[in-house]
């Protein structure tokens, strides 16, 4: 069972239009992580949310932290080609260290 | 900032081989991180140090595989006898492990046993 489940698993869409990937779990956590993940790369940090109900932009993307912090969106608004990725939530169970949920890979058709 | 440096980035082995991958994070971060991917399990973490100490090796799969830091700007993950199975991207992270601070991934060896 994954501690953080992201959905939908794949999701391809034309340019131009809007969508919106979750990241759900049944734990509570004191911050989530957002990164994108290229082909033949390391994922990048986009986005840490830290406080329920926080709503961070980062030009045309929109993130969500849950009021209860046990969940969290991404909106993607006109998307572009280049938001093509896997985009990858994170969270610390405990420590330092983070889990990640297994992604949802984006394809962004011209 | 170079950011964090792995090598090599492409691994081919026969099975029974032993491969060593190497990381080298960027300066002054304190925590270190070897993560695995595959397209079955996603991230996985594997083991990972701060400041230069072992924490939590529970994700290393078996004994086959174990990993050192021998200082502040090196670590090796090593896996001997390699087999099949371990064939994916095996990733190395290094944060400052302040607050909230997110990780930086390195580009990734990609394994293949055969």
């Known amino acids: 069972t994954q501690l953080l489940e992201q959905s939908p698993q794949f999701l391809s869409i034309q340019e131009g239009e809007n969508l919106t990937v979750y990241c759900n779990s049944s734990s509570v956590f004191s911050s989530l992580q957002w990164y994108r993940q290229e082909p033949g790369e390391g994922p990048v940090l986009l986005v840490t949310?830290?406080?329920?109900?926080e709503v961070k932009k980062l030009k045309r993307l929109t993130f969500q932290f849950g009021d209860a912090r046990k969940d969290s969106s991404l909106h993607i608004t006109a998307a572009q080609p280049g938001d093509t990725g896997l985009y990858l939530c994170?969270?610390?169970?405990?420590?330092?260290?983070?889990?990640f949920g297994e992604g949802t890979q984006l394809t962004v058709n011209p | 900032d170079a950011g964090v440096i792995q090598s090599p980035r492409h691994e081919v082995t026969e099975m029974g081989q032993e491969v060593t991958l190497r990381c080298k994070p960027i300066s002054g971060h304190n925590s270190l991180f070897w993560y695995r991917q595959t397209m079955m399990r996603g991230l996985e973490l594997l083991i990972y140090?701060?400041?230069?100490?072992?924490?939590?090796d529970s994700g290393m799969p078996e004994d086959r595989f174990s990993a050192k830091m021998p200082n502040a700007s090196f670590s090796t993950l090593k896996i001997q006898p390699s087999e099949p199975r371990d064939s994916a991207v095996y990733f190395c992270?290094?944060?400052?492990?302040?607050?909230?601070?997110?990780?930086?991934f390195g580009s990734g060896t990609r394994l293949t046993v055969v």
């Open positions: 140090f701060n400041n230069n100490v072992p924490i939590d």
């Open positions: 992270a290094s944060s400052s492990g302040q607050g909230t601070g997110g990780y930086t």
């Open positions: 994170a969270a610390p169970p405990g420590g330092s260290r983070l889990t």
């Open positions: 949310v830290v406080t329920g109900g």
